[in-house]
């Protein structure tokens, strides 16, 4: 079965620093990788996606993702987050059906 | 905004109730998926529907059902409500399931509470 591990849970950064959250799937097939984000009191927004092709995967406000298919890794970095940043992140990843499988995700705290 | 509508966004209710959420896809995707998002369970897939017929189940309970009418939109019904059944419900649409690069645009979500 398809499982998705997000070993941070929370992160607390201050602003201008560095983020990297992990992200670890379990499925031998080809996989479909996603970073969704949520806001407080918001829906899912679509960070960054990867299907094929280039590993490095680049998304929206700044966020990028590398694929490293040898470690079932899809980590989501950022070099430099912002206070706006603050949410809860989601690693999704999508086999052989087309349901998403989340991982438990990582809540991002950004202090000024 | 991602272009998929939920109503109600709030519905507060009493347990052994019926509740119908209701979700409009985006302009044109014929996929519609409910997920289930919950402190204890996390995000969790419940069914998909597309172009009107049951397309996938997933940790759905046999007190709820779901459909998606010829227009598309679909709603889901819970039944003989419990407390464990308050969760922040999403929709989702995507265009064409199947396809590689079919990606899912969620709604803005139906939170239930149950008292």
């Known amino acids: 079965a398809q499982s998705v591990s997000q070993h941070n849970h929370h992160v607390i950064l201050s602003e201008a620093a560095s983020l990297e959250l992990g992200c670890n799937y379990s499925?031998?097939?080809?996989?479909?990788l996603f970073w969704y984000v949520q806001y407080p009191g918001q829906h899912l927004q679509l960070l960054l996606k990867?299907?094929?092709?280039?590993?490095l995967v680049k998304g929206i406000k700044g966020f990028e993702a590398e694929f490293i298919k040898s470690k079932f890794s899809f980590n989501l970095r950022k070099p430099s987050v912002q206070w706006s940043d603050t949410a809860e992140y989601f690693c999704?990843?999508?086999?052989?059906?087309?349901?998403?499988?989340f991982g438990t995700g990582t809540r991002l705290q950004v202090f000024p | 905004d991602s272009g998929v509508t939920q109503t109600p966004k709030h519905l507060i209710t009493a347990t052994g109730q019926r509740v119908t959420l209701r979700c409009s896809p985006r302009?044109?995707?014929?996929?519609v998926y409910w997920y289930q998002q919950s402190l204890d369970q996390g995000l969790q897939f419940l069914i998909q529907?597309?172009?009107?017929?049951?397309?996938a189940k997933g940790n759905i309970l046999e007190r709820f059902s779901a459909q998606q009418f010829p227009d598309l939109h679909s709603e889901l019904n819970l039944s003989s409500l419990e407390l464990g059944d308050s969760a922040l419900y999403f929709c989702?649409?995507?265009?064409?399931?199947?396809?590689?690069?079919?990606?899912?645009?969620f709604g803005p979500g139906t939170r239930l509470t149950v008292l």
């Open positions: 989702a649409s995507s265009l064409l399931p199947g396809l590689a690069t079919d990606t899912q645009y």
């Open positions: 499925y031998g097939g080809t996989v479909n």
């Open positions: 990867y299907f094929s092709g280039d590993p």
């Open positions: 999704a990843v999508m086999g052989n059906t087309d349901k998403l499988i």
């Open positions: 302009s044109g995707d014929l996929s």
């Open positions: 529907y597309y172009n009107g017929e049951e397309r």
